[in-house]
């Protein structure tokens, strides 16, 4: 199916990552008034059914594609490799975030005027991260597009991919970034948590981890949050720790983070991941 080379995938992807957004938070936005209590959760609810209507509709659409391909076993290892992306993205960000602020190029917020009062709306937060951003937003790239990928492409070449229009689509998402240097580090950084991402997705043989890996990275700025004095020299550092979250996470025994008796496809595990590979267009 044409739907399915990369050359339309990418773009398919890209294009459904705006739609989710828009279809999702439609409902509310044309309904409701934004003062409403119930006006954000509805919208990030609104974006995760969206996500998973489109990927659903994509899928059938591009031949259809099973959807075990995403990845989303129900397994017991599922919660462990949630919770070790979320730790491994926190990480990253946190010491992007202290190697900022040790060599000048950033300060620490303030605990008891910004961090402690969001740590009372904590599972709220990680509530709107989650149905927000990390689900959905993982679903798309690294369920369905990376199976996708996977089918065409070696894998080393699926993580290159995914990575990069991964960050190449952040060119229209809003920063502090105000400078060409600053906004090509912005994309640099988003490709690297794109990395991070397909890395946990590649290692695990399933997506949940991806899924706490973005959660994390969200997370870790809320916990110990910085303010900025050069922006393009934090991007830079969270760019690297990102990279190196996502070389370790590779690195990793597999034994370590697969569950037994969890089934691996053969597009979506860690067993083909030879970075010898050639490509199997």
């Known amino acids: 199916m044409k739907a399915t080379h ?50 659903w509709a994509i899928r059938r659409l591009s031949g259809r594609l099973p959807w075990s391909g995403l990845r989303l076993t129900r397994s017991r290892s599922a919660v462990p490799h949630a919770l070790l992306g979320v730790l491994a993205g926190a990480a990253a960000v946190v010491a992007a975030n202290a190697a900022s602020v040790a060599i ?66 952040h060119i229209v998402s809003q920063s502090p970034a105000d400078t060409v240097a600053e906004k090509l580090l912005y994309l640099v950084q988003a490709a690297a948590l794109g990395f991070a991402c397909a890395a946990a997705r590649a290692r695990s043989g399933a997506l949940w981890m991806a ?3 973005h959660t994390g990275y969200h997370l870790g700025d ?21 990279t190196l979250t996502g070389l370790i996470t590779l690195r990793t025994a597999r034994n370590d983070t697969h569950d037994p008796s969890e089934p691996v496809s053969p597009h979506g595990g860690v067993e083909p991941l030879d970075f010898l590979a050639t490509s199997r267009v």
């Not at 149905?131 to 369920?143: D, H, I, K, N, V």
């Not at 004095?229 to 550092?237: E, K, N, S, V």
């Open 211 to 213: 899924i706490g890996v």
């Open 6 to 55: 990369p050359a339309w995938a990418v773009p398919i992807a890209m294009v459904t990552l705006f739609a989710q957004v828009i279809l999702g938070t439609a409902p509310v936005a044309l309904f409701m008034d934004p003062s409403d209590p119930l006006y954000e959760p509805l919208g990030m609810i609104g974006i995760t059914v969206a996500s998973v209507a489109l990927v």
């Open 104 to 169: 000048g190029v950033a300060t620490w917020l303030p605990w008891d005027k910004v961090v402690a009062p969001a740590l009372t709306s904590l599972p709220v937060a990680v509530a709107y991260i989650v149905l927000g951003q990390a689900f959905p937003e993982e679903l798309l790239w690294r369920g369905h597009l990376y199976d996708t990928l996977s089918r065409r492409l070696s894998p080393r070449m699926v993580l290159v991919v995914v990575s990069v229009a991964f960050g190449a689509m």
């Open 222 to 242: 809320t916990l110990l949050p910085t303010q900025d004095r050069q922006f393009g020299a934090q991007l830079a550092l969270l760019a690297l720790t990102l």
